[in-house]
């Protein structure tokens, strides 16, 4: 994406009405590890597209951002005006991207801008067709979990279970990647009538701790999980789900999957890929 004039082909060749940037690197640990790959990477292609976008007269766009831009939340469940803090330098791509909008946005009111702030994707499309399977070792929760059910790796590690959290272990806002999807398409057809910027959770407003989340994957696939109590993990938060009020009542969306679909889907994604 940060190659200008590769992207004003696109915008020759296309009649572009809109666009959703989703774009970017996103592994916490790696940010820490590398952080001007991530500002180069997250911040250069960002600019490079709204200057494209600017040329070509485009003036709406639907914004991948991301929890994480809230830090450690004060309460819960999260609303969009909470207060904002990053601790990690992929967490500080996606704030410096949702200020560069708010920016542009404050440069021309001609925009619609829809910044979606997504909790934990997880799963997969029940086809068994789209989904995640890492090649590499995941630093994610769900992918890791499901390489420990399918054999690929030997147990899970827990990082931490002496968090002030329902049973110790972190608890997360786990939300079903097809709720996620049709979230943008909600967000597409708003801003495609309304001008204005503004910010969404995509969650379900309920947390799961890594154990719910272990013994509910156990159940419903008929797996075992073996896994092991280890360290926290640098960077790692106790508790954080989201208040999900806003987008329900201005993009009139509600993640409709159970946790049941989610980690059945995540499953059965890589054994149909696998046969
Ligand atoms: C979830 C929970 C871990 C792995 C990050 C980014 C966020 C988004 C999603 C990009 C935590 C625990 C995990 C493991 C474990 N990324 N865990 N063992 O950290 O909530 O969010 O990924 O968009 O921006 O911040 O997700 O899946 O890494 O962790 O115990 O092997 O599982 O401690 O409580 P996280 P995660």
């Given at each position: 994406g940060c190659d200008k004039e590769k992207l004003r082909v696109v915008f020759m060749e296309n009649g572009i009405d809109a666009v959703i940037h989703f774009a970017g690197f996103k592994a916490v640990g790696e940010s820490v590890a590398k952080p001007l790959k991530y500002y180069r990477n997250n911040l250069d292609s960002t600019i490079t597209l709204l200057e494209v976008m600017n040329e070509f007269g485009v003036k709406k766009i639907v914004f991948s951002s991301s929890a994480t831009v809230y830090g450690d939340p004060e309460e819960l469940p999260i609303k969009e005006t909470a207060k904002l803090g990053v601790t990690n330098p992929y967490g500080a791509t996606k704030l410096f991207i949702e200020n560069i909008l708010k920016d542009v946005y404050i440069s021309d009111n001609d925009y619609s801008i829809a910044i979606l702030r997504y909790f934990n994707p997880i799963g997969a499309h029940e086809s068994g067709l789209l989904g995640e399977d890492p090649s590499?070792?995941?630093?994610?929760l769900m992918p890791y979990i499901v390489k420990v059910a399918t054999g690929e790796l030997p147990h899970l590690n827990i990082f931490g279970n002496d968090y002030d959290t329902k049973d110790g272990t972190g608890v997360r806002d786990y939300i079903h990647v097809v709720d996620l999807a049709i979230g943008h398409i909600s967000a597409l057809e708003y801003i495609d009538k309304n001008k204005g910027i503004d910010y969404y959770n995509l969650g379900t407003g309920h947390g799961y701790s890594v154990m719910e989340i272990v013994s509910a994957f156990s159940e419903v696939n008929h797996v075992d999980v073996p896994y092991e109590i280890a360290p926290r993990r640098d960077g790692d938060i106790a508790e954080c789900y989201a208040d999900t009020t806003y987008a329900k009542e201005k993009l009139h969306w509600e993640a409709t999957h159970d946790l049941t679909d989610m980690v059945e889907s995540a499953y059965n994604f890589v054994v149909k890929n696998n046969e």
């Amino acid at each position: 994406g940060c190659d200008k004039e590769k992207l004003r082909v696109v915008f020759m060749e296309n009649g572009i009405d809109a666009v959703i940037h989703f774009a970017g690197f996103k592994a916490v640990g790696e940010s820490v590890a590398k952080p001007l790959k991530y500002y180069r990477n997250n911040l250069d292609s960002t600019i490079t597209l709204l200057e494209v976008m600017n040329e070509f007269g485009v003036k709406k766009i639907v914004f991948s951002s991301s929890a994480t831009v809230y830090g450690d939340p004060e309460e819960l469940p999260i609303k969009e005006t909470a207060k904002l803090g990053v601790t990690n330098p992929y967490g500080a791509t996606k704030l410096f991207i949702e200020n560069i909008l708010k920016d542009v946005y404050i440069s021309d009111n001609d925009y619609s801008i829809a910044i979606l702030r997504y909790f934990n994707p997880i799963g997969a499309h029940e086809s068994g067709l789209l989904g995640e399977d890492p090649s590499d070792i995941p630093n994610n929760l769900m992918p890791y979990i499901v390489k420990v059910a399918t054999g690929e790796l030997p147990h899970l590690n827990i990082f931490g279970n002496d968090y002030d959290t329902k049973d110790g272990t972190g608890v997360r806002d786990y939300i079903h990647v097809v709720d996620l999807a049709i979230g943008h398409i909600s967000a597409l057809e708003y801003i495609d009538k309304n001008k204005g910027i503004d910010y969404y959770n995509l969650g379900t407003g309920h947390g799961y701790s890594v154990m719910e989340i272990v013994s509910a994957f156990s159940e419903v696939n008929h797996v075992d999980v073996p896994y092991e109590i280890a360290p926290r993990r640098d960077g790692d938060i106790a508790e954080c789900y989201a208040d999900t009020t806003y987008a329900k009542e201005k993009l009139h969306w509600e993640a409709t999957h159970d946790l049941t679909d989610m980690v059945e889907s995540a499953y059965n994604f890589v054994v149909k890929n696998n046969e």
